[in-house]
């Protein structure tokens, strides 16, 4: 059974950490304030504490049972961070656009996969790593090569 | 949660766990459509509710179908299974095709279909992690980033066109010194060459990593290994670098290409890599090119910058007879850049003979090993027949100025015995005054310690104490027992 602690460690782990992470590197990125985004990420947390109390309560009222509530939790934890990784990429992949002909190719490989072609989970070393790439296909570009 | 879990997940979790329970019934249906419709209620707040709800609806049908009878329940599994070949749902950030997994696990729990695709499994393991295991499998965990963070600190500038002494004593005498002061000061080892950024492991004998990581150099400064013969003070870390190795050049993925050790190695050493190769156990293709070395090959090491030469020596005889197996080598290195050309020497071991005056005659520096020290050996009434010893160390310089009318600057003497006494001061200064005396006044004999830098290009050597590089040094004579011999600059010696 999921408690309150350590639902609040996974919504951390999963998504808030992702979602700030997504933030930071959209602002060096593009040189813009994310406080919007920010404040998002605020009202979601509040959203999801309040959403554990409320299913907790059904739980007591034996509407729910453990294992479903786990359930709806972990999908909402899931949801989230899928949502999270989606926009990062989709950002990201916009602004690459603008320079890079074949954005989708390059985010796919050096992005999605690691370079054996595994799919890798977007982490942080991940994306510095691959931030670094876009920058020098950047300068590349710039460079007329 | 665990790495690769997709939306469906744990929806897949929950189902398992209901359908394990019992038999499908209509209260097993029931709870599932109870469980939807607790979904639909958390749609507000769940964004992405319509991919799980499509599959649950299907898992639903299924059941109903499976509980009015097995076969009904077989086709229509058939025939959502081709419906649902497509590609992705849209709504996990990695998703192999997340719904027709999910379906092809539901029929092999439900209709114990065999699924052939079970090694993609990853998505939907049933057990999940325990955080306190999950805790160690953390990547920041990992031993092998911590020691590649180490690795980043980029130490290898200092050992830039360097040639580094790494080597302590020779065979297994350090293991057993150790053992009778118990202490871990004694060790063996090797050499590291670096040209140009290119760095050479000599002959990785036993505590050669140890010494590496010790002076700040990891297995990702190094792009090749010479192992000159099999011996231990040779080759007995070359199992521990080659696995070192493999795990740092596997972890390093930021870096773009993997990182390949070239393994050039006498025919004993390289059919022992070989083997390992072979049954899988070391030596992989991934990381090392192996190259078996015959004494008159060479190679290039790094294009118009370093070459290498490998002549023959004359070390291990064969039984019963006063001849040498041919598999042992010694090695000239050769360093290039736009304005000169430097050559070092190694002799590996080797009994004295006129063919090593070849190697010798042009190099600027020259690492001999000497080896254990015997009275007939020094009195130059016998000579050792597999190291050179004292006569022979002699006779490589002496020779080599009569012959040619020249000889090395520097002479380093590597891989003492020390099996009974520090003798590597004193040897070094009777044979430095005994080649004086031969008109042989131009050159800087030391006896090799761990630590000790010498400059390729500048042909110098760095001071223990102040760190400078100097032409000059002064070697000190060790007080202690097991003391490192150091070598001084002028400043700091007076
Ligand atoms: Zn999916
Ligand atoms: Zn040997
Ligand atoms: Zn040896």
Redesign the pocket.
């Given at each position: 059974m999921m408690t309150k602690e350590k639902f609040l460690f996974e919504v951390i782990d999963n998504y808030l950490y992702l979602a700030s992470l997504g933030c930071m590197v959209m602002e060096n990125y593009l040189l813009e304030d994310r406080t919007p985004d920010y404040i998002i990420c605020a009202n979601n947390l509040h959203s999801c504490l309040s959403f554990y109390d409320q299913i907790y309560n059904q739980l007591d009222k034996k509407e729910y049972s453990e294992q479903e509530v786990d359930t709806l939790l972990t999908c909402l934890i899931q949801s989230l961070k899928q949502e999270t990784l989606k926009s990062i990429n989709r950002e990201l992949k916009e602004c690459a656009r603008n320079y890079l002909p074949d954005a989708d190719q390059f985010f796919n490989d050096y992005l999605m996969h690691d370079r054996k072609g595994n799919i890798q989970e977007l982490t942080a070393s991940v994306l510095i790593a691959f931030l670094r790439r876009l920058r020098e296909s950047e300068t590349a570009y710039a460079e007329g090569k | 949660m665990q790495k690769n879990e997709t939306m469906l997940t744990p929806v897949y979790r929950y189902v398992f766990s209901v359908l394990d329970e019992s038999a499908v019934t209509e209260d097993r249906i029931r709870q599932m459509r109870v469980f939807k419709s607790h979904l639909r209620k958390s749609a507000c707040i769940l964004t992405e509710t319509k991919e799980i709800e499509s599959i649950l609806d299907c898992t639903i049908e299924l059941l109903e179908r499976f509980h009015e009878s097995e076969e009904i329940g077989q086709d229509f599994w058939n025939n959502k299974l081709k419906a649902l070949q497509c590609d992705s749902c849209q709504s996990c950030y990695h998703c192999k095709k997340c719904r027709i997994y999910y379906w092809k696990e539901l029929g092999e729990v439900l209709l114990q279909k065999t699924n052939d695709e079970k090694k993609s499994k990853t998505y939907f393991p049933v057990r999940s992690l325990p955080d306190e295991i999950q805790r160690h499998l953390e990547p920041s965990a990992s031993i092998s980033t911590l020691y590649l963070s180490r690795i980043k600190r980029d130490s290898i500038g200092v050992f830039r066109n360097k040639f580094l002494m790494l080597k302590g004593m020779s065979s297994s005498t350090p293991a057993m010194l150790n053992n009778i002061f118990d202490t871990n000061d004694y060790v063996g080892g090797g050499f590291y060459l670096n040209w140009n950024g290119y760095g050479v492991a000599i002959d990785p004998g036993y505590s050669f990593v140890h010494n590496l990581h010790h002076y700040g150099l990891s297995v990702l400064d190094v792009q090749a290994v010479i192992i000159t013969?099999e011996?231990i003070?040779?080759n007995n870390d070359m199992r521990l670098l080659d696995d070192l190795h493999f795990s740092a050049a596997r972890f390093d993925e930021e870096k773009e290409k993997t990182h390949i050790i070239d393994w050039y190695m006498d025919e004993i050493s390289y059919a022992m890599a070989s083997v390992l190769r072979t049954e899988r156990s070391g030596f992989k293709e991934e990381t090392c090119r192996l190259h078996r070395v015959m004494a008159g090959d060479s190679a290039e090491l790094k294009t118009n910058e370093l070459d290498v030469t490998f002549f023959p020596t004359k070390?291990i005889p064969k039984d019963g007879t006063y001849n040498y197996k041919e598999h042992t080598f010694g090695c000239s290195f050769c360093c290039k850049n736009k304005v000169q050309k430097k050559i070092i020497t190694y002799t590996s071991?080797t009994k004295y003979f006129n063919g090593l005056l070849e190697a010798v005659k042009e190099a600027d520096m020259v690492i001999a090993n000497i080896s254990g020290i015997y009275e007939d050996d020094y009195m130059q009434i016998k000579e050792k027949s597999t190291h050179l010893g004292y006569g022979g160390c002699y006779n490589l310089i002496r020779k080599c100025s009569e012959k040619y009318g020249r000889y090395p600057r520097f002479y380093f003497l590597s891989e003492f015995w020390n099996g009974k006494s520090d003798i590597r001061y004193d040897i070094v200064k009777c044979l430095k005054r005994e080649l004086e005396e031969q008109g042989i006044t131009d050159i800087r004999i030391i006896p090799s310690e761990t630590g000790m830098l010498y400059d390729i290009e500048d042909g110098s050597i760095q001071c223990s104490q102040c760190g400078q590089y100097t032409d000059e040094v002064i070697v000190k004579r060790p007080t202690g027992l097991n003391e490192k011999i150091e070598v001084l600059c002028r400043e700091c010696y007076f």
């Open positions: - | 013969h011996h003070d040779h070390h071991d």
